[in-house]
């Protein structure tokens, strides 16, 4: 970003040395703006899109929460977002949460705490680059499915090729190129998949440097500051998670970019594995506990009657 608070779209690299260049632009264009928006969108209906919800954030415990990032549903106690939602504030889990069920941000229906979130290990470093731009959300308590808050299956085709197929992103961003105006109601955009190709060159990257990505360009729509991590929806299938575009000149003359999910499913499916296997091994260490003091409990008034009755 320059002094003028303009984009700067990046310079071909073929160097160790340019990518961690482009890296840290990248990085601190999100930190001018958390994440990207919905511009020239239409208004949406949860029950379009059940598994869509708001990451929200406060500074300190009892502040006000704040809407930051979009996300998806992809289990009942789990959501997927961007990881640089949180990469340049470590928020504390107690001080997140994710909030869903209604079309609206001041109506949502369900306010549920984060337990925990998980970074993807290789987000931001040398040999993954800024392209895990993906981030768990681990819920202290399950979701209650409806006809307004539901999961999304993922996408676990890695070959297919979405070029020219229509979809859908959609979140709660600003609604203008200037990012003056947040909406309180669900926006959402039907766009047309780019190449990756021509997606990188639009950017000035290098061929080689971002792998599993998809791009969305379309006439002035387009995506930007506060729909980061939102979900890129193909055939009611999530295929993408947003991770950039133009910060500050949100009219499309750039694809937005987004980390493809298929490429990701198994980090996604261990995280969820071992999480809900520990969490079960607690409860049934817990239940063990409560089973043996209801034992103890009750061993220890048959013993008292036994007493009893003997001294009777």
Not at 10 to 26: E, H, N, V
Not at 59 to 71: A, K, L, Q, R, V
Not at 116 to 140: A, C, S
Request: with cysteine; hydrophobic share 30%; proline share 4%.
């Amino acid at each position: 970003m320059d002094n003028t608070g303009h984009s700067i779209l990046f310079r071909p690299f073929d160097s160790s040395t340019g990518i961690i260049i482009a890296m840290k632009m990248i990085i601190q264009t999100f930190a001018a703006d958390t994440s990207v928006k919905i511009v020239n969108g239409e208004e949406a209906n949860i029950e379009d899109h059940p598994w869509m919800v708001s990451l929200q954030v406060r500074d300190y415990e009892g502040g006000n929460f704040t809407h930051i990032c979009g996300g998806a549903i992809i289990d009942r106690s789990w959501a997927l977002t961007a990881a640089h939602c949180v990469n340049y504030r470590a928020y504390e889990p107690k001080n997140m949460r994710v909030v869903a069920g209604s079309s609206f941000l001041s109506q949502m229906k369900q306010i549920i705490p984060l337990k925990k979130y998980y970074v993807h290990e290789k987000y931001n470093t040398l040999d993954g680059g800024i392209e895990p731009d993906l981030m768990l959300l681990q819920l202290k308590t399950p979701l209650k499915f409806g006809s307004t808050v539901n999961k999304i299956d993922l996408d676990k085709d890695t070959g297919k090729n979405y070029t020219g197929e229509l979809c859908t992103i959609s979140g709660w961003g600003t609604t203008n190129a200037s990012g003056s105006n947040y909406p309180d109601r669900l926006q959402v955009l039907l766009m047309p998949v780019v190449s990756k190709e021509y997606c990188l060159a639009s950017w000035s990257f290098s061929p080689t440097f971002l792998k599993n990505i998809i791009c969305l360009q379309d006439g002035k729509k387009d995506s930007c500051n506060r729909d980061s991590g939102g979900p890129l929806v193909c055939s009611k299938k999530l295929v993408g998670v947003l991770s950039f575009g133009a910060i500050t000149i949100c009219d499309g003359r750039v694809p937005s970019v987004h980390i493809r999910v298929s490429a990701y499913t198994d980090w996604i499916k261990e995280k969820l594995k071992n999480k809900n296997k520990k969490n079960n091994k607690d409860k049934k260490a817990k239940n063990n506990k409560n089973n043996n003091k209801g034992k103890k409990n009750n061993k220890d008034k048959k013993n008292n009657k036994e007493k009893k009755n003997n001294k009777n």
